[in-house]
């Protein structure tokens, strides 16, 4: 089935050929991981653990206590130093637990296979493998995905899209994961199937990943799905173009829905998941272990071998930075995440978690400020949500949110596309943020 | 490893496109000298001047009002000035005299822009503003027209096209269609010749600086409605052809209309400029007291531009079935 071409959306300059020719290595057991309670999006888990504790690999230190709240697990065994408050990126606060690790006990754990009958799995098995994973969204949203499996009892999924759009610059840990482990990743598209009984099963890939598509291609063969008593499993090459693998926006190109404003997924009936995100169902299910390590990109310029990394969460940074040859000294800007969307990072202190898909390291030199608006209208054309950028920026700037909230401040989900375009460099999500914070903290 | 302090901290996006003010306003100059050469060469050396003294005056208003405002005065080199001073003696006569240039630049940069809070804040085009002072304050120089130096010899010239023979009135006619075309013809200084001022503007509607719908809904809004009224009685009213090549409309449509400031931002709203403006050219031409309406057309609807803004929004998506 041909896709269509999404609305807006830009072509910034794509650089993943720094990284995704590179096999993914896996990071040596570090000495100590410092693991934040708040990797998701939603309530922080509460510290099941304090100082001084023996801990197993997979043992639960954080345990989600609300809807909109994830599990944390230990992916080591060790003692707990310490469970301390630290500011998070972004600047909110986050209970860390910090673990001295036992190198030799760890590397020695093995997570052993387990049988399941894929007849007897249902609905609420696959929500709460999700749930008793910790699994959340690992393209970087880090949304419970219990809560997207988990349908109210009168919708009906119908579409499961694997993304794997990797639409944001220099990012490969995807790609990679893709091309190594299609089975796995096709394995866990088949759980959720053998609970939702999808009518259809969608792999959506950018066109220039021509080795991922091959790869599923494969696999697919390799596992017999092309049987026209299961359900259909179809890969499809989109055209590449950013914001492609946001959700609505890969909902609409893929299966010509469109998510009401507002509205999450399941109202149209569709479950859309990054790839290592059904990898970590595949292993949950199949060897019984919990989100404890991810694929994270290392890249940009300022890196001396860019690598793609299997790491233990709460992996310092340093270890990774160490693993990939050092930091050029020109680089100005690290960020956690992609170019497009990633928060930048004040310093180097800071560890993996569930949701870091990239570690880059930019060496731009000039930051142009904010020139006044020209009304030129490239926010506006380039805005994949069919919203008013300018505007919304102008009302911030004014301080004027009521106004911003009338011109559906809330339907951004903050791509960045119109800040890329804008030729006045004005920092135009920057003031969206702002607009939306301050309505959150402080209401209208 | 050292935690390393000093990285630029900013919120995303972390990447930017190539796209700049002085990037937008330089493809503009660059793309204007198709059209300033063929100027001079119609209309003589001293043409050159003129440009010079427009450019300098736009440049140095511009330079003085910011350092009275105590404003970072470098705006001038982001090329927008160097943009209004080039369109100002484009659409003036070719016999304008020196002072009225530094006079309407003067205007165009302090009157059209800088009083506003400078670029981005103007609801008028500064260019245009510049000409219509000058129209107000010297009212016979600016419809004093010369005739160009034959430039392209295969085009017959006017004197010799002229001919009594009735059946040769269909020929004459598209001869004297051809020199428009080429912009051998009396008229503004830069705004004459259609070819050389397609060839910069559709550079810049391929990069997307001028917007294709603008283009079509100006002349398209042109062409229909002349076209009707040519249909009702040829004897009085001009074919559309004719209406698309004389006077300003061609220099309008790419280089006027294309002034992102001073027009809308959403294709709805940019359609609803184009043929409002096409209308309101139509209507003077054919009905007003002056030969020329491009003018005051795109100025009428430079002040309808900021309800414009306001009330033509896109389209948010799910919102439709939004709940």
């Known amino acids: ?444 | 490893m050292s935690t390393n302090e000093g990285f630029v901290l900013q919120s995303a996006p972390h990447a930017h496109g190539r796209s700049s003010i002085p990037f937008i306003m330089h493809a503009v100059n660059l793309s204007l000298i198709p059209a300033i050469v063929i100027s001079i060469l119609y209309f003589g050396w001293h043409i050159l001047g003129l440009y010079v003294l427009g450019v300098a005056s736009c440049v140095l208003t511009e330079a003085v009002t910011k350092v009275i405002r105590k404003k970072d005065w470098r705006t001038i080199f982001d090329g927008s000035a160097i943009v209004t001073g080039l369109l100002l003696v484009m659409i003036l006569p070719p016999s304008i005299t020196p002072i009225m240039v530094i006079l309407g630049s003067v205007v165009s940069i302090f009157i059209g822009k800088e009083v506003f809070g400078g670029l981005g804040q103007n609801v008028f085009n500064p260019a245009l503003v510049g000409r219509a002072f000058l129209s107000a304050a010297y009212p016979v120089a600016l419809t004093t027209w010369t005739e160009p130096n034959r430039v392209f010899a295969f085009l017959p010239d006017a004197a010799s096209s002229a001919t009594p023979l009735a059946g040769a009135r269909f020929e004459g006619q598209a001869e004297s269609m051809l020199r428009m075309f080429f912009g051998q013809t009396s008229g503004s200084i830069g705004a004459t010749s259609v070819l050389f001022i397609m060839i910069g503007g559709l550079v810049l509607t391929f990069m997307g600086i001028v917007k294709w719908r603008m283009l079509v809904s100006f002349f398209g809004t042109i062409v229909v409605t002349t076209g009707i009224f040519w249909l009702i009685d040829p004897t009085i009213y001009q074919d559309p052809l004719y209406h698309l090549l004389a006077g300003g409309v061609a220099f309008a449509g790419f280089y006027m209309m294309s002034d992102m400031v001073t027009t809308p931002y959403t294709n709805r709203g940019i359609v609803i400029f184009g043929v409002g403006a096409g209308l309101i050219t139509v209507v003077i031409r054919l009905f007003g007291g002056f030969p020329e309406g491009v003018m005051f057309a795109i100025l009428l609807m430079n002040s309808v531009t900021p309800i414009i803004n306001r009330y033509v929004n896109n389209r948010v998506f799910g919102a439709e079935a939004r709940t």
């Not at chain 1, 300059?13 to 693991?35: C, H, M």
């Not at chain 1, 970590?280 to 071998?305: C, H, N």
């Not at chain 1, 700037?397 to 004005?426: M, R």
């Open chain 1, 1 to 444: 089935m041909l896709a269509s071409r999404i609305r807006g959306g830009v072509h910034p300059a794509y650089r993943k050929e720094l990284a995704s020719g590179q096999p993914i290595e896996t990071a040596p057991t570090p000495e100590r991981v410092d693991i934040p309670l708040a990797q998701h999006l939603g309530v922080p888990a509460t510290a099941k653990v304090a100082r001084g504790d023996e801990v197993a690999p997979g043992d639960l230190i954080g345990e989600a206590t609300k809807l909109i709240c994830a599990n944390v697990h230990s992916p080591v065994a060790g003692k707990v130093r310490a469970v301390v408050q630290k500011p998070l990126p972004g600047g909110r606060l986050c209970d860390y637990v910090e673990i001295q690790v036992d190198r030799e006990a760890t590397d020695a754990h093995i997570w052993e296979r387990q049988d399941i009958d894929l007849d007897k799995i249902d609905q609420k098995w696959v929500a709460a493998t999700l749930r008793g994973a910790g699994i959340v969204g690992m393209g970087g949203a880090t949304f419970p995905t219990d809560v997207k499996f988990s349908p109210p009892p009168n919708a009906s999924l119908d579409t499961l899209i694997l993304n794997g759009a990797e639409c944001e610059p220099y990012l490969s840990c995807d790609h990679r994961m893709m091309v190594e482990h299609a089975e796995e990743l096709l394995h866990g598209m088949l759980l959720a199937d053998a609970a939702f009984a999808f009518s259809r099963l969608v792999i959506a890939i950018e066109k220039n990943k021509p080795d991922a598509i091959a790869a599923f291609n494969a696999a697919i063969d390799a596992l017999g799905l092309r049987n026209a008593a299961r359900t259909p499993v179809e890969v499809i090459g989109l055209d590449v173009r950013y914001p492609q693998g946001a959700e609505k926006v890969l909902i609409k190109v893929v299966t010509g829905r469109t998510v009401p404003a507002g509205k999450l997924p399941f109202e149209v009936g569709v479950v859309v998941s990054n790839g290592q995100t059904l990898f970590a169902l595949y292993e949950a299910a199949y060897f019984g272990k919990p989100l404890v390590d991810r694929v994270v990109t290392v890249s940009g310029e300022g890196i001396e071998r860019p690598k793609n990394i299997r790491a233990l969460i709460g992996t310092p940074v340093a270890d990774l930075i160490q693993l990939c040859g050092g930091v050029d000294p020109a680089t100005t800007k690290v960020i956690a995440g992609g170019p497009m969307t990633g928060t930048a990072l004040p310093s180097l202190d800071y560890v993996v978690t569930k949701g870091l898909s990239g570690l880059l390291f930019l060496t731009q030199s000039e930051y142009p400020s904010e020139s006044p608006c020209i009304r030129c209208g490239s926010c506006v054309e380039v805005c994949p949500m069919g919203l008013m950028p300018l505007k919304l920026a102008a009302y911030a700037k004014a301080g004027k949110f009521e106004l911003a909230k009338a011109t559906n401040l809330a339907d951004c989900f903050e791509c960045g596309s119109c800040a890329w375009a804008c030729p006045a460099n004005i920092q135009i999500v920057s003031w969206i943020k702002y607009a939306k914070n301050y309505i959150r903290v402080k209401g209208l």
